[in-house]
């Protein structure tokens, strides 16, 4: 599994209470995009259409190589999953405050995967708190090194 991307910002604005692994359905000049590591998550956001759920916003840039038929960088790309996942997906989406958040790209293999993850927003308080604990987990790593 080789890491593409990571939407580090997600991590932090959103508590994740489960994560599924989803196909993306791209052309083949976009592969080359990714593997080359032109992609960027950061303002991306999966939406549910038609049954369907699509991954909006997600930032692929142009193959360098590529002719005059590359795709647009920010075209909606349709997520592979089973119906029965799609089905619970959007049962739970219809719960009160929770959303659907990519993760992480990655590839296995040959194949392109994206991590979905169904959140919850935090609060501000939350996220101050999750500060707070970054900041004392530096604190203590910074005490360790230094006591050897």
């Not at 009160?96 to 990655?106: A, E, N």
Request: charged share 40%; with cysteine; aromatic share 8%.
């Amino acid at each position: 599994m080789k890491i593409i991307d990571k939407n580090k910002k997600a991590f932090f604005d959103y508590f994740i209470d489960e994560k599924l692994e989803a196909g993306i359905a791209l052309k083949g000049s976009e592969v080359k995009s990714i593997r080359a590591g032109d992609v960027s998550l950061k303002d991306c956001f999966c939406h549910i259409d038609s049954g369907e759920i699509v991954l909006k916003n997600c930032y692929i840039a142009p193959y360098s190589k590529g002719s005059y038929f590359n795709e647009e960088p920010r075209r909606d790309r349709k997520l592979l999953l089973h119906r029965r996942e799609i089905d619970r997906l959007i049962g739970k989406i219809k719960e009160k405050g929770f959303t659907i958040i990519p993760l992480t790209i990655y590839f296995t293999d040959r194949l392109v995967k994206l991590e979905i993850g169904l959140c919850k927003g935090k609060k501000l308080h939350d996220k101050r708190q999750s500060i707070k604990e970054k900041d004392i987990e530096r604190e203590q790593q910074r005490e360790i090194a230094n006591y050897k």
